[in-house]
Protein backbone atom coordinates (compact mmCIF):
# COMPACT_ATOMS: atom_id res chain seq x y z
CA UNK A 1 0.00 0.00 0.00
CA UNK A 2 1.67 3.37 -0.81
CA UNK A 3 1.62 6.11 2.30
CA UNK A 4 -0.61 8.40 2.50
CA UNK A 5 1.19 11.33 2.42
CA UNK A 6 4.52 11.27 1.03
CA UNK A 7 7.26 14.02 1.30
CA UNK A 8 10.13 14.24 -0.95
CA UNK A 9 13.15 16.38 -1.14
CA UNK A 10 11.09 19.26 0.54
CA UNK A 11 13.62 22.56 0.37
CA UNK A 12 12.29 25.73 2.03
CA UNK A 13 14.02 28.94 1.79
CA UNK A 14 13.77 32.19 3.58
CA UNK A 15 14.80 35.00 1.37
CA UNK A 16 16.34 37.81 3.92
CA UNK A 17 18.34 40.67 3.86
CA UNK A 18 20.98 38.76 5.79
CA UNK A 19 21.13 36.24 3.23
CA UNK A 20 19.38 32.82 2.03
CA UNK A 21 18.04 30.43 5.56
CA UNK A 22 17.73 27.23 4.41
CA UNK A 23 15.10 26.26 6.51
CA UNK A 24 14.18 22.98 5.18
CA UNK A 25 16.88 21.59 2.87
CA UNK A 26 16.09 17.98 1.36
CA UNK A 27 13.47 16.36 3.74
CA UNK A 28 11.88 13.50 2.59
CA UNK A 29 9.51 11.38 4.77
CA UNK A 30 6.30 9.31 4.30
CA UNK A 31 3.21 8.97 6.29
CA UNK A 32 0.76 6.13 6.56
CA UNK A 33 -2.71 6.38 7.44
CA UNK A 34 -3.20 4.96 10.96
CA UNK A 35 0.18 6.13 12.56
CA UNK A 36 1.62 8.92 14.28
CA UNK A 37 5.31 10.48 12.99
CA UNK A 38 7.45 12.37 14.95
CA UNK A 39 9.46 15.26 13.94
CA UNK A 40 11.68 16.16 16.97
CA UNK A 41 14.60 18.80 17.04
CA UNK A 42 15.53 21.93 18.34
CA UNK A 43 14.33 25.20 18.32
CA UNK A 44 14.74 26.44 14.89
CA UNK A 45 15.96 23.29 13.27
CA UNK A 46 12.75 23.72 10.29
CA UNK A 47 10.03 21.75 12.08
CA UNK A 48 7.64 24.23 12.08
CA UNK A 49 8.81 25.41 8.45
CA UNK A 50 7.90 21.73 7.65
CA UNK A 51 4.55 22.03 8.60
CA UNK A 52 4.01 25.26 7.10
CA UNK A 53 5.38 23.71 3.83
CA UNK A 54 2.89 20.79 4.24
CA UNK A 55 -0.08 22.78 4.48
CA UNK A 56 1.36 25.81 1.67
CA UNK A 57 1.32 28.43 3.90
CA UNK A 58 4.81 29.60 4.34
CA UNK A 59 4.82 32.96 4.61
CA UNK A 60 5.95 35.00 1.35
CA UNK A 61 8.34 37.04 1.81
CA UNK A 62 10.37 35.84 2.88
CA UNK A 63 9.70 32.29 2.81
CA UNK A 64 9.25 30.37 -0.70
CA UNK A 65 9.15 26.73 -0.92
CA UNK A 66 11.98 26.25 -3.70
CA UNK A 67 12.19 22.23 -4.78
CA UNK A 68 10.13 18.76 -3.52
CA UNK A 69 7.00 17.14 -3.57
CA UNK A 70 4.43 16.46 -0.99
CA UNK A 71 2.50 13.99 -2.30
CA UNK A 72 -1.26 13.41 -0.67
CA UNK A 73 -2.53 10.40 -2.88
CA UNK A 74 -1.49 11.02 -6.27
CA UNK A 75 -1.98 14.97 -6.06
CA UNK A 76 1.38 17.01 -5.62
CA UNK A 77 0.37 19.67 -2.86
CA UNK A 78 3.29 22.13 -3.92
CA UNK A 79 1.32 22.15 -7.51
CA UNK A 80 -1.63 23.12 -6.87
CA UNK A 81 -2.81 26.54 -6.95
CA UNK A 82 -4.25 28.84 -3.83
CA UNK A 83 -7.30 28.22 -4.44
CA UNK A 84 -7.16 24.53 -4.87
CA UNK A 85 -4.88 24.15 -0.95
CA UNK A 86 -8.29 25.99 0.12
CA UNK A 87 -10.27 23.11 -0.35
CA UNK A 88 -7.44 20.58 1.19
CA UNK A 89 -6.47 23.06 4.14
CA UNK A 90 -8.99 21.97 7.14
CA UNK A 91 -10.27 19.50 5.26
CA UNK A 92 -7.97 16.49 4.08
CA UNK A 93 -5.11 18.36 5.95
CA UNK A 94 -5.85 20.15 9.23
CA UNK A 95 -3.47 21.80 11.64
CA UNK A 96 -3.04 22.05 15.87
CA UNK A 97 -1.06 25.32 16.61
CA UNK A 98 1.41 25.46 19.65
CA UNK A 99 -0.40 28.53 21.40
CA UNK A 100 -4.02 27.66 22.16
CA UNK A 101 -4.57 31.20 23.94
CA UNK A 102 -3.55 32.69 21.25
CA UNK A 103 -4.86 30.20 18.14
CA UNK A 104 -8.51 31.06 18.80
CA UNK A 105 -10.34 34.25 18.30
CA UNK A 106 -11.40 36.43 21.10
CA UNK A 107 -14.52 37.91 19.67
CA UNK A 108 -16.37 34.35 19.09
CA UNK A 109 -17.77 31.80 21.36
CA UNK A 110 -15.75 28.48 21.01
CA UNK A 111 -18.96 26.63 19.60
CA UNK A 112 -19.53 29.44 16.63
CA UNK A 113 -15.24 29.02 16.00
CA UNK A 114 -16.20 24.97 15.37
CA UNK A 115 -19.25 25.87 13.46
CA UNK A 116 -17.35 28.25 11.06
CA UNK A 117 -14.91 25.25 10.55
CA UNK A 118 -17.74 23.05 9.92
CA UNK A 119 -19.67 25.13 7.11
CA UNK A 120 -15.76 26.07 5.47
CA UNK A 121 -15.83 22.59 3.92
CA UNK A 122 -19.22 21.18 4.42
CA UNK A 123 -22.45 21.71 2.93
CA UNK A 124 -24.77 21.77 5.87
CA UNK A 125 -27.39 24.16 6.97
CA UNK A 126 -26.23 26.04 10.43
CA UNK A 127 -28.03 23.84 12.72
CA UNK A 128 -26.05 20.12 11.87
CA UNK A 129 -23.05 22.36 11.87
CA UNK A 130 -24.19 23.17 15.54
CA UNK A 131 -25.07 19.65 15.93
CA UNK A 132 -21.42 18.55 14.88
CA UNK A 133 -19.78 21.17 16.67
CA UNK A 134 -21.80 19.57 20.34
CA UNK A 135 -20.25 16.01 18.51
CA UNK A 136 -16.72 17.32 18.24
CA UNK A 137 -16.58 19.20 21.76
CA UNK A 138 -17.78 15.70 23.54
CA UNK A 139 -15.25 13.94 21.39
CA UNK A 140 -12.70 15.92 22.68
CA UNK A 141 -14.02 15.37 26.02
CA UNK A 142 -15.17 18.43 27.06
CA UNK A 143 -17.45 17.85 29.60
CA UNK A 144 -20.86 19.39 29.50
CA UNK A 145 -20.23 20.44 25.34
CA UNK A 146 -23.43 22.06 25.01
CA UNK A 147 -22.74 24.67 28.06
CA UNK A 148 -19.85 25.57 27.08
CA UNK A 149 -20.84 26.19 23.08
CA UNK A 150 -21.27 29.45 24.03
CA UNK A 151 -18.54 30.00 25.91
CA UNK A 152 -15.96 32.67 24.60
CA UNK A 153 -12.25 31.25 24.59
CA UNK A 154 -11.28 33.75 27.60
CA UNK A 155 -13.35 31.78 29.93
CA UNK A 156 -11.65 28.34 29.49
CA UNK A 157 -8.35 27.11 30.54
CA UNK A 158 -5.12 26.51 28.13
CA UNK A 159 -6.13 22.79 27.97
CA UNK A 160 -9.79 23.16 27.22
CA UNK A 161 -8.69 25.65 24.44
CA UNK A 162 -6.45 23.50 22.81
CA UNK A 163 -9.15 20.55 23.27
CA UNK A 164 -11.71 22.92 21.58
CA UNK A 165 -8.70 23.58 18.21
CA UNK A 166 -8.34 19.92 18.37
CA UNK A 167 -12.03 19.36 17.81
CA UNK A 168 -12.26 22.39 15.31
CA UNK A 169 -9.02 20.56 13.35
CA UNK A 170 -11.18 16.99 13.16
CA UNK A 171 -14.33 18.97 12.23
CA UNK A 172 -14.02 18.19 8.47
CA UNK A 173 -12.62 14.28 9.12
CA UNK A 174 -9.21 14.86 8.06
CA UNK A 175 -6.97 12.37 6.81
CA UNK A 176 -3.43 14.26 8.04
CA UNK A 177 -3.33 15.67 10.99
CA UNK A 178 -0.37 18.41 11.64
CA UNK A 179 -0.06 18.74 15.61
CA UNK A 180 3.02 21.70 16.12
CA UNK A 181 3.91 21.83 19.18
CA UNK A 182 0.35 21.02 20.98
CA UNK A 183 1.75 20.65 24.26
CA UNK A 184 4.18 23.00 24.56
CA UNK A 185 2.39 25.74 26.32
CA UNK A 186 0.35 23.72 28.36
CA UNK A 187 0.91 22.67 32.40
CA UNK A 188 2.78 18.67 32.71
CA UNK A 189 -0.27 17.16 33.83
CA UNK A 190 -2.41 18.68 31.25
CA UNK A 191 0.07 17.97 28.39
CA UNK A 192 -0.22 14.15 29.07
CA UNK A 193 -4.14 14.49 29.15
CA UNK A 194 -3.87 16.00 25.98
CA UNK A 195 -1.51 13.36 24.03
CA UNK A 196 -3.27 11.07 24.89
CA UNK A 197 -6.94 12.47 23.72
CA UNK A 198 -4.31 12.43 20.29
CA UNK A 199 -3.72 9.38 20.62
CA UNK A 200 -6.85 7.70 20.85
CA UNK A 201 -8.73 10.06 18.28
CA UNK A 202 -5.54 9.27 15.76
CA UNK A 203 -7.02 5.36 16.56
CA UNK A 204 -10.75 6.64 16.04
CA UNK A 205 -10.01 8.94 13.08
CA UNK A 206 -7.69 6.51 11.26
CA UNK A 207 -6.08 9.85 11.09
CA UNK A 208 -1.99 10.06 10.14
CA UNK A 209 -0.72 12.46 12.28
CA UNK A 210 2.36 13.95 12.04
CA UNK A 211 3.38 15.28 15.93
CA UNK A 212 6.26 18.75 15.80
CA UNK A 213 7.96 18.62 18.90
CA UNK A 214 11.36 19.14 21.10
CA UNK A 215 10.34 17.01 23.55
CA UNK A 216 11.25 13.11 23.54
CA UNK A 217 8.82 12.15 26.49
CA UNK A 218 6.63 13.08 24.42
CA UNK A 219 7.74 11.19 21.22
CA UNK A 220 8.09 7.71 23.52
CA UNK A 221 4.28 8.10 24.82
CA UNK A 222 2.37 8.36 21.25
CA UNK A 223 4.91 8.41 18.36
CA UNK A 224 5.25 5.10 15.68
CA UNK A 225 8.32 6.42 14.19
CA UNK A 226 10.67 9.38 14.58
CA UNK A 227 11.96 11.58 12.35
CA UNK A 228 15.09 14.03 13.95
CA UNK A 229 16.08 16.61 12.06
CA UNK A 230 19.02 18.84 12.44
CA UNK A 231 19.44 22.57 10.94
CA UNK A 232 16.80 21.98 8.17
CA UNK A 233 17.75 18.10 7.61
CA UNK A 234 16.75 14.97 8.15
CA UNK A 235 19.82 13.36 10.52
CA UNK A 236 18.13 9.94 11.67
CA UNK A 237 14.78 8.42 11.20
CA UNK A 238 13.40 5.19 13.18
CA UNK A 239 10.69 3.21 14.59
CA UNK A 240 10.20 4.29 18.33
CA UNK A 241 11.44 1.88 20.04
CA UNK A 242 14.84 1.95 18.34
CA UNK A 243 15.36 5.35 18.29
CA UNK A 244 14.91 5.13 22.48
CA UNK A 245 17.30 1.37 22.37
CA UNK A 246 20.18 2.52 20.17
CA UNK A 247 20.06 6.04 18.50
CA UNK A 248 22.52 5.96 15.85
CA UNK A 249 23.23 9.59 15.26
CA UNK A 250 25.63 11.46 17.38
CA UNK A 251 22.84 14.47 17.92
CA UNK A 252 20.04 11.84 18.49
CA UNK A 253 21.73 10.42 21.12
CA UNK A 254 22.51 14.02 22.85
CA UNK A 255 19.10 14.77 22.52
CA UNK A 256 18.17 11.35 24.67
CA UNK A 257 21.53 11.76 27.32
CA UNK A 258 20.19 15.34 27.65
CA UNK A 259 16.72 14.04 28.82
CA UNK A 260 16.21 13.91 32.67
CA UNK A 261 15.42 10.09 33.99
CA UNK A 262 14.25 9.10 37.38
CA UNK A 263 17.14 7.51 39.11
CA UNK A 264 19.66 9.54 37.52
CA UNK A 265 22.15 11.01 40.04
CA UNK A 266 24.79 12.50 37.63
CA UNK A 267 24.47 16.26 35.85
CA UNK A 268 22.67 16.01 32.70
CA UNK A 269 24.87 16.13 29.51
CA UNK A 270 23.94 18.81 27.05
CA UNK A 271 25.08 19.22 23.86
CA UNK A 272 27.89 21.24 23.34
CA UNK A 273 27.29 24.35 21.51
CA UNK A 274 24.48 26.24 19.33
CA UNK A 275 22.51 24.78 15.95
CA UNK A 276 25.08 26.71 13.89
CA UNK A 277 22.93 29.94 11.60
CA UNK A 278 21.13 28.62 8.65
CA UNK A 279 22.71 30.90 6.64
CA UNK A 280 26.50 30.46 5.85
CA UNK A 281 26.28 26.42 5.74
CA UNK A 282 29.79 24.57 6.07
CA UNK A 283 29.88 22.46 3.23
CA UNK A 284 30.45 19.58 5.83
CA UNK A 285 28.22 17.65 8.43
CA UNK A 286 26.00 20.58 9.68
CA UNK A 287 26.47 19.28 13.01
CA UNK A 288 30.12 18.55 12.72
CA UNK A 289 31.17 21.62 15.21
CA UNK A 290 29.10 20.21 17.99
CA UNK A 291 30.16 16.18 17.24
CA UNK A 292 31.66 14.60 19.45
CA UNK A 293 32.97 11.70 17.06
CA UNK A 294 33.31 14.49 14.22
CA UNK A 295 35.99 13.33 11.27
CA UNK A 296 38.06 14.84 8.94
CA UNK A 297 35.74 13.34 6.30
CA UNK A 298 32.54 15.27 8.67
CA UNK A 299 34.26 18.56 7.86
CA UNK A 300 33.86 18.89 4.21
CA UNK A 301 31.62 16.06 2.97
CA UNK A 302 27.41 16.35 3.89
CA UNK A 303 26.45 13.01 4.73
CA UNK A 304 24.24 11.34 2.67
CA UNK A 305 20.89 9.19 3.59
CA UNK A 306 21.74 5.49 4.14
CA UNK A 307 19.04 2.94 5.42
CA UNK A 308 20.18 0.49 8.16
CA UNK A 309 18.20 -2.79 7.72
CA UNK A 310 14.56 -2.16 6.19
CA UNK A 311 13.09 0.58 8.45
CA UNK A 312 16.18 2.90 9.55
CA UNK A 313 17.76 5.76 8.02
CA UNK A 314 20.79 7.98 9.30
CA UNK A 315 22.76 10.73 7.87
CA UNK A 316 26.38 10.18 9.59
CA UNK A 317 29.87 8.73 8.55
CA UNK A 318 30.79 7.92 12.01
CA UNK A 319 27.45 5.94 12.49
CA UNK A 320 27.47 4.24 8.95
CA UNK A 321 31.07 3.08 9.88
CA UNK A 322 29.52 2.14 13.92
CA UNK A 323 26.85 0.11 12.03
CA UNK A 324 29.03 -1.97 9.60
CA UNK A 325 31.14 -2.75 12.56
CA UNK A 326 28.59 -4.33 13.90
CA UNK A 327 28.16 -6.34 10.62
CA UNK A 328 24.69 -5.03 9.30
CA UNK A 329 23.32 -3.72 5.98
CA UNK A 330 24.27 -0.23 5.20
CA UNK A 331 22.60 0.89 1.87
CA UNK A 332 23.63 4.58 1.07
CA UNK B 1 -21.93 37.17 31.32
CA UNK B 2 -24.90 39.56 32.02
CA UNK B 3 -26.89 40.63 28.97
CA UNK B 4 -24.11 42.18 26.59
CA UNK B 5 -26.94 45.52 26.63
CA UNK B 6 -26.90 45.94 30.15
CA UNK B 7 -23.03 45.40 30.50
CA UNK B 8 -22.96 48.04 27.52
CA UNK B 9 -24.87 50.27 29.54
CA UNK B 10 -23.20 50.06 33.01
CA UNK B 11 -20.51 50.64 31.40
CA UNK B 12 -21.64 54.08 29.62
CA UNK B 13 -23.24 54.81 32.34
CA UNK B 14 -19.97 55.21 34.35
CA UNK B 15 -19.51 58.90 31.89
CA UNK B 16 -21.52 61.48 33.21
CA UNK B 17 -20.76 63.36 30.36
CA UNK B 18 -21.51 60.69 27.68
CA UNK B 19 -24.58 60.35 29.17
CA UNK B 20 -25.69 64.22 29.06
CA UNK B 21 -24.50 64.06 25.45
CA UNK B 22 -26.82 61.23 24.22
CA UNK B 23 -29.65 63.16 26.37
CA UNK B 24 -29.12 66.03 24.07
CA UNK B 25 -28.97 63.82 21.01
CA UNK B 26 -32.12 62.07 21.67
CA UNK B 27 -33.94 65.66 22.51
CA UNK B 28 -32.72 66.47 18.37
CA UNK B 29 -34.04 62.53 16.89
CA UNK B 30 -37.49 63.60 19.61
CA UNK B 31 -37.08 67.07 17.46
CA UNK B 32 -36.87 65.36 13.68
CA UNK B 33 -39.37 63.23 14.56
CA UNK B 34 -42.26 65.61 15.85
CA UNK B 35 -41.57 67.59 13.39
CA UNK B 36 -44.06 66.50 10.91
CA UNK B 37 -46.51 66.57 14.07
CA UNK B 38 -46.32 70.18 14.89
CA UNK B 39 -45.36 71.69 11.88
CA UNK B 40 -47.36 69.63 9.10
CA UNK B 41 -46.48 72.53 6.63
CA UNK B 42 -43.51 72.82 4.74
CA UNK B 43 -41.34 74.84 6.51
CA UNK B 44 -39.14 77.05 3.86
CA UNK B 45 -43.39 78.70 2.85
CA UNK B 46 -43.84 82.17 3.95
CA UNK B 47 -46.13 82.34 6.58
CA UNK B 48 -46.02 85.43 8.46
CA UNK B 49 -44.11 89.21 9.02
CA UNK B 50 -40.46 89.03 8.62
CA UNK B 51 -38.19 89.07 11.41
CA UNK B 52 -39.92 88.87 13.74
CA UNK B 53 -38.35 88.49 17.20
CA UNK B 54 -38.31 85.49 19.33
CA UNK B 55 -41.35 85.63 22.32
CA UNK B 56 -43.31 88.37 20.46
CA UNK B 57 -46.25 86.18 18.46
CA UNK B 58 -47.53 83.24 20.40
CA UNK B 59 -47.58 82.04 16.95
CA UNK B 60 -43.93 82.23 15.80
CA UNK B 61 -42.03 81.12 19.60
CA UNK B 62 -38.92 81.46 18.16
CA UNK B 63 -39.23 83.86 15.52
CA UNK B 64 -39.44 84.32 11.89
CA UNK B 65 -36.13 85.05 9.25
CA UNK B 66 -35.94 87.66 6.79
CA UNK B 67 -38.77 86.35 4.31
CA UNK B 68 -40.88 85.72 7.31
CA UNK B 69 -40.53 81.95 7.63
CA UNK B 70 -40.67 80.21 10.98
CA UNK B 71 -37.85 79.78 12.69
CA UNK B 72 -39.26 76.86 15.13
CA UNK B 73 -40.36 74.83 12.12
CA UNK B 74 -37.06 75.32 10.03
CA UNK B 75 -35.15 74.14 12.68
CA UNK B 76 -37.45 71.49 13.97
CA UNK B 77 -37.45 69.77 10.09
CA UNK B 78 -33.60 70.80 9.52
CA UNK B 79 -32.76 68.28 12.66
CA UNK B 80 -34.18 65.78 10.63
CA UNK B 81 -31.82 66.78 7.64
CA UNK B 82 -28.84 67.16 10.09
CA UNK B 83 -28.79 64.14 11.67
CA UNK B 84 -29.57 62.09 8.12
CA UNK B 85 -26.81 63.77 6.18
CA UNK B 86 -24.50 62.91 9.50
CA UNK B 87 -25.50 59.71 9.64
CA UNK B 88 -25.60 58.63 5.84
CA UNK B 89 -22.36 60.65 5.27
CA UNK B 90 -20.88 58.77 7.71
CA UNK B 91 -21.90 55.30 6.61
CA UNK B 92 -20.50 56.33 3.50
CA UNK B 93 -17.05 57.18 4.87
CA UNK B 94 -16.82 54.25 7.08
CA UNK B 95 -17.75 51.63 4.11
CA UNK B 96 -14.69 53.40 1.92
CA UNK B 97 -12.43 53.84 4.85
CA UNK B 98 -13.00 49.78 5.79
CA UNK B 99 -12.64 48.60 2.64
CA UNK B 100 -8.79 50.32 1.95
CA UNK B 101 -8.15 50.03 5.05
CA UNK B 102 -8.73 46.36 5.41
CA UNK B 103 -7.08 45.40 1.93
CA UNK B 104 -4.17 47.40 2.65
CA UNK B 105 -3.65 46.24 6.05
CA UNK B 106 -4.39 42.62 5.57
CA UNK B 107 -2.21 42.10 2.25
CA UNK B 108 0.72 44.93 3.03
CA UNK B 109 3.54 45.21 -0.02
CA UNK B 110 2.41 46.52 -2.98
CA UNK B 111 -1.32 46.86 -2.38
CA UNK B 112 -0.38 48.64 0.84
CA UNK B 113 1.27 51.48 -0.87
CA UNK B 114 -1.06 51.99 -3.87
CA UNK B 115 -3.54 51.79 -1.39
CA UNK B 116 -1.98 54.07 0.93
CA UNK B 117 -0.99 56.49 -1.31
CA UNK B 118 -4.03 57.10 -2.84
CA UNK B 119 -5.52 57.83 0.56
CA UNK B 120 -2.80 59.96 0.60
CA UNK B 121 -3.85 61.81 -2.56
CA UNK B 122 -7.44 62.50 -0.41
CA UNK B 123 -5.54 64.04 2.83
CA UNK B 124 -3.42 66.52 1.04
CA UNK B 125 -6.54 68.18 -0.76
CA UNK B 126 -7.90 70.87 1.29
CA UNK B 127 -11.31 69.09 2.95
CA UNK B 128 -13.91 71.92 2.46
CA UNK B 129 -12.20 73.10 -0.65
CA UNK B 130 -12.85 69.85 -2.27
CA UNK B 131 -16.30 69.44 -1.30
CA UNK B 132 -17.52 73.02 -2.21
CA UNK B 133 -15.53 72.54 -5.91
CA UNK B 134 -17.63 68.60 -5.95
CA UNK B 135 -21.08 70.38 -5.30
CA UNK B 136 -20.47 73.38 -7.36
CA UNK B 137 -19.96 70.83 -10.21
CA UNK B 138 -22.51 68.02 -9.24
CA UNK B 139 -24.72 70.46 -8.12
CA UNK B 140 -26.44 71.15 -4.82
CA UNK B 141 -28.17 68.46 -4.22
CA UNK B 142 -28.75 66.62 -0.35
CA UNK B 143 -27.33 62.98 -2.34
CA UNK B 144 -24.19 65.15 -3.58
CA UNK B 145 -23.70 66.40 -0.17
CA UNK B 146 -24.07 63.37 1.57
CA UNK B 147 -21.39 61.47 -0.80
CA UNK B 148 -19.26 64.37 -1.28
CA UNK B 149 -18.92 64.66 2.55
CA UNK B 150 -18.57 60.35 2.87
CA UNK B 151 -15.27 61.37 0.40
CA UNK B 152 -13.23 63.53 2.39
CA UNK B 153 -14.34 61.64 5.77
CA UNK B 154 -12.80 58.28 4.61
CA UNK B 155 -9.26 58.60 5.23
CA UNK B 156 -8.98 59.03 8.57
CA UNK B 157 -11.28 55.54 9.16
CA UNK B 158 -8.98 54.16 6.06
CA UNK B 159 -5.76 54.62 8.11
CA UNK B 160 -7.20 53.40 11.74
CA UNK B 161 -8.50 50.33 10.12
CA UNK B 162 -5.07 49.46 8.30
CA UNK B 163 -3.58 50.34 11.62
CA UNK B 164 -5.59 47.52 13.25
CA UNK B 165 -5.23 44.91 10.76
CA UNK B 166 -1.62 45.20 10.29
CA UNK B 167 -1.59 43.93 13.92
CA UNK B 168 -3.93 41.19 14.24
CA UNK B 169 -3.13 39.94 11.10
CA UNK B 170 0.09 38.60 12.91
CA UNK B 171 -2.14 36.80 15.85
CA UNK B 172 -2.24 32.98 15.65
CA UNK B 173 -6.10 32.77 14.91
CA UNK B 174 -6.01 34.29 11.87
CA UNK B 175 -2.91 31.92 10.74
CA UNK B 176 -5.14 29.13 12.24
CA UNK B 177 -7.90 30.19 10.48
CA UNK B 178 -5.97 30.15 6.94
CA UNK B 179 -5.42 26.46 8.06
CA UNK B 180 -8.62 25.89 8.30
CA UNK B 181 -8.62 26.56 4.54
CA UNK B 182 -10.93 29.95 4.76
CA UNK B 183 -10.47 31.97 1.67
CA UNK B 184 -8.88 35.68 2.16
CA UNK B 185 -12.09 37.39 1.73
CA UNK B 186 -13.84 35.43 4.40
CA UNK B 187 -10.95 35.60 7.13
CA UNK B 188 -11.02 39.16 6.60
CA UNK B 189 -15.12 39.71 7.10
CA UNK B 190 -16.06 37.36 9.23
CA UNK B 191 -12.47 36.65 11.53
CA UNK B 192 -10.46 39.83 11.84
CA UNK B 193 -13.48 42.97 11.37
CA UNK B 194 -15.27 41.97 13.75
CA UNK B 195 -12.20 42.56 16.14
CA UNK B 196 -10.92 45.55 14.54
CA UNK B 197 -14.21 47.31 15.27
CA UNK B 198 -14.32 48.68 18.40
CA UNK B 199 -12.45 52.13 17.35
CA UNK B 200 -14.04 52.36 13.98
CA UNK B 201 -17.48 52.72 15.93
CA UNK B 202 -15.96 55.46 18.25
CA UNK B 203 -14.56 56.96 15.05
CA UNK B 204 -17.93 56.98 13.17
CA UNK B 205 -19.42 58.84 15.52
CA UNK B 206 -16.98 61.63 15.28
CA UNK B 207 -17.37 61.87 11.70
CA UNK B 208 -21.06 62.26 12.24
CA UNK B 209 -20.01 65.18 14.29
CA UNK B 210 -17.93 66.33 11.58
CA UNK B 211 -20.82 65.68 8.89
CA UNK B 212 -23.23 67.94 10.89
CA UNK B 213 -20.45 70.81 10.62
CA UNK B 214 -19.41 70.10 6.52
CA UNK B 215 -23.08 70.85 5.91
CA UNK B 216 -23.62 73.54 7.70
CA UNK B 217 -20.33 75.32 6.38
CA UNK B 218 -21.57 74.15 2.59
CA UNK B 219 -25.24 75.32 3.75
CA UNK B 220 -23.82 78.79 4.87
CA UNK B 221 -22.53 79.49 1.73
CA UNK B 222 -25.54 78.62 -0.23
CA UNK B 223 -24.20 75.36 -1.96
CA UNK B 224 -26.61 72.63 0.08
CA UNK B 225 -29.91 71.61 -1.36
CA UNK B 226 -31.98 75.26 -0.98
CA UNK B 227 -34.75 72.95 -1.18
CA UNK B 228 -34.90 71.22 2.14
CA UNK B 229 -34.34 73.09 5.42
CA UNK B 230 -31.70 72.96 7.37
CA UNK B 231 -29.66 74.16 10.31
CA UNK B 232 -26.64 75.44 8.31
CA UNK B 233 -29.21 76.88 5.73
CA UNK B 234 -30.60 79.26 8.58
CA UNK B 235 -28.05 80.34 9.62
CA UNK B 236 -26.80 81.33 5.67
CA UNK B 237 -30.04 83.22 5.33
CA UNK B 238 -29.47 85.28 8.81
CA UNK B 239 -25.82 86.23 8.11
CA UNK B 240 -26.91 89.15 6.22
CA UNK B 241 -28.88 90.12 9.07
CA UNK B 242 -26.24 89.39 11.70
CA UNK B 243 -25.99 93.22 13.01
CA UNK B 244 -29.83 93.52 13.71
CA UNK B 245 -31.84 90.37 14.08
CA UNK B 246 -29.20 87.96 15.24
CA UNK B 247 -30.88 85.57 16.60
CA UNK B 248 -31.64 84.19 13.26
CA UNK B 249 -27.94 82.87 12.80
CA UNK B 250 -27.97 82.44 16.75
CA UNK B 251 -30.46 79.61 17.35
CA UNK B 252 -29.41 76.80 14.61
CA UNK B 253 -25.81 78.15 15.40
CA UNK B 254 -26.71 77.10 19.23
CA UNK B 255 -28.44 73.84 17.69
CA UNK B 256 -25.74 72.61 15.64
CA UNK B 257 -23.19 73.61 18.47
CA UNK B 258 -25.22 71.19 21.07
CA UNK B 259 -25.77 68.47 18.45
CA UNK B 260 -22.06 68.73 17.51
CA UNK B 261 -20.83 68.72 21.23
CA UNK B 262 -23.40 65.79 22.25
CA UNK B 263 -21.93 63.77 19.48
CA UNK B 264 -18.60 63.98 20.85
CA UNK B 265 -19.27 63.49 24.11
CA UNK B 266 -20.90 60.31 22.87
CA UNK B 267 -18.05 59.41 21.12
CA UNK B 268 -16.19 59.35 23.85
CA UNK B 269 -18.32 57.38 26.10
CA UNK B 270 -17.99 54.79 23.45
CA UNK B 271 -14.55 55.05 23.36
CA UNK B 272 -14.61 54.25 27.16
CA UNK B 273 -17.23 51.13 26.76
CA UNK B 274 -15.82 49.32 23.56
CA UNK B 275 -11.83 49.52 24.69
CA UNK B 276 -11.71 48.20 27.87
CA UNK B 277 -14.34 45.62 26.84
CA UNK B 278 -11.97 44.15 24.70
CA UNK B 279 -8.77 44.56 26.58
CA UNK B 280 -11.25 42.15 29.35
CA UNK B 281 -11.86 39.50 26.71
Known amino acids: MSPLLQVCDLTTHLFTVEGVVKAVEGLSFDLDADETLALVGESGCGKSMTALSLMGLVPDPPGRIVGGQVLLGDRDLLQLSEHEMQKIRGNEIAMVFQEPMTSLNPVFTVGDQIVESVLTHRQVSRRQARERAVELLDLVRIPDPRGRFDDYPHRLSGGMRQRVMIAMALACDPDVLIADEPTTALDVTIQAQVLDLLGELQ ?80 PGCSFAPRCAKAMARCREEQPDHATIGDARVVACFAAEEEVAGRGLAVDT | MANPVTEFWRRYRRNGAAVVGLAILCVVVAMALSAPVFFPTNPLRLVGPAELWPLTDARFPLGTDSLGRDIAAQLAHGAGTTLIIGLVASLVATTIGVGIGAAAGYYGGLVDDVLMRFTEIFQTIPNLIFLLALVAVLGPKIEHVVIGIGLISWTSVARLVRAEF ?116
Open chain 2, 166 to 281: MTLREREFVLASRAMGMSDLRIIVTQILPNAIPPVIVLASLIVAGAVLFESALAFLGLSDPNIASWGGLIGEGRLLIRTSWYVCALPGLAILLTVLALNLIGDGLNDVLNPMLKNR
Open chain 1, 203 to 282: GEFGMGVILITHDLGVVAGIADRVVVMYAGRKVEEAPVDDIFASPLHPYTQGLLGSMPRPGLEERLREIPGVIPSLIDMT
